[in-house]
């Protein structure tokens, strides 16, 4: 297996022979590219899972890099979404 920078190359052949070990190092989060007479022609990379929770203190610290919000263009915003839509759902 040939290392790069960033993400180590496999051949088309270690992937056909030792494809056990590369799609577990593929769920442990390692990525991959695969090449075929030395040129790359395609990625491996884990999926991403969704997640269901989030800690108040990784909130909390997602929240501080966050950007700032203009309070009053963000009701005007609202102001005049709800004025769109303020029919009689029930009349229709």
């Given at each position: ?9 496999i051949?088309?052949?270690d992937?056909?022979?030792?494809s056990?070990e590369i ?17 790359p ?5 884990p ?7 989030v800690?108040?203190?990784e909130f ?9 919000i ?23």
């Amino acid at each position: 297996m040939k290392v790069m920078s960033v993400q180590p190359e496999i051949t088309q052949r270690d992937l056909r022979n030792r494809s056990r070990e590369i799609m577990d190092a593929i769920q442990g989060g390692q990525s991959f590219t695969v090449t075929r007479d030395g040129h790359p022609i395609g990625q491996l990379v884990p999926l991403r899972r969704r997640r269901r929770f989030v800690s108040r203190q990784e909130f909390a610290a997602m929240s501080r890099t966050a950007p700032a919000i203009d309070l009053e263009a963000f009701r005007a915003y609202q102001d005049a979404t709800a004025d769109a839509y303020l029919d009689d759902p029930y009349a229709r």
